[in-house]
């Protein structure tokens, strides 16, 4: 696939079918792409668990925080979770300072993915105390993004943005539209 | 090309062939990848500057450091010096935080950068202030990351890591050997 297709398909995605299972292998490969990329310094200072099991699934969905936009809406709706998440860490041991390396790493994932036929949604907003504590994630490591995975039912359309509205919303269809600055908006000409 | 093998060709690269010259138009596919790539909370606030032409190559050149490990060496010399640059910046007017969404438009532009057949480097080392002043970049912006592009002429190698020992080197043949942890270091069981 070129790249530029790829990019386009790569869409944060909230709902999946969660019948869908994902292999370990799948994921593995996931980290396989994240572990080939930059790192500042080469320190390499991210950590990765891979969950796909439906139980710890169900463990790790009540402490993320879905669409900020969205204030009404609770997350994904039991039949419409993530089957798969990785939880990249940052390990203390290494750095304290972990730059934009999850960032990344989160894209890589993103991209890989996709390629997979899978969506993904990278999640900042965590209960990072409580899932440390339900998962025993051990103190020298630090939560920095939850990536959520699983097989899409959610269209998501990219829209051209209007009067500087970055929201993203949801069409009576259950659409999901994206408004993205266009490429002149983000081209500066000194 | 299938993902992992532009991953595995996607390495940071510090010496290019300085003759070859970087169409305007392959700068702004880069940005059109890191325009469709995940922004926190959609908010999009970064902002690129392009440049490709010579005279404004050798300008930025003097602003960035080069190889952190390498303590005995100033960066390409003449003639393997890039040949353009992409410099993103934060809009502080959108925003103060860019989390790290310069770490996702950084990995999408190089990645962008290898399918076009080219190399770069993402630098954080910059005397920003100087930077600023030199290409008369506005308060409104943070300068974040520059990337060197260029078209390659050095090697890059992975190496399986050693002894923990992240520091890249260069061997006779002025090879590049970046040591890179293995899959099974990076994914954590509990």
């Known amino acids: 696939m070129k790249l530029k297709d790829l990019f386009l398909k790569t869409r944060s995605c909230r709902r999946y079918d969660e019948s869908f299972h994902i292999g370990e292998e799948t994921l593995e490969s996931l980290i396989d ?3 080939l990329a930059a790192s500042g310094g080469n320190r390499q200072p991210l950590k990765y668990l891979l969950y796909n099991a439906k139980e710890e699934c169900e463990k790790i969905f009540p402490y993320l925080a879905w669409a900020g936009y969205f204030k ?3 997350g994904p709706v039991k039949g419409e979770r993530p089957s798969g998440y990785i939880i990249i860490l940052g390990d203390k041991s290494v750095t ?3 730059g934009v390396d999850h960032g990344i790493a989160a894209q890589s994932i993103m991209l890989g993915a996709t390629e997979a036929g899978l969506g993904g949604c990278i999640i900042a907003s965590i209960k990072r105390d409580e899932l440390c504590e339900e998962l025993k994630i051990p103190d020298r490591y630090e939560v920095l993004f939850v990536i959520a995975l ?3 039912v959610e269209k998501v359309i990219i829209d051209e943005i209007k009067d500087n509205d970055v929201k ?3 069409d ?3 659409n999901h539209h994206v408004p993205k600055r266009s490429l002149k908006d983000l081209i500066l000409r000194l």
């Open 172 to 174: 009576e269809q259950g």
């Open 96 to 98: 304290d300072t972990f």
């Open 168 to 170: 993203y919303w949801r």
């Open 72 to 74: 009404e809406w609770q």
């Open 150 to 152: 699983g097989k899409p």
């Open 33 to 35: 792409l994240a572990r």
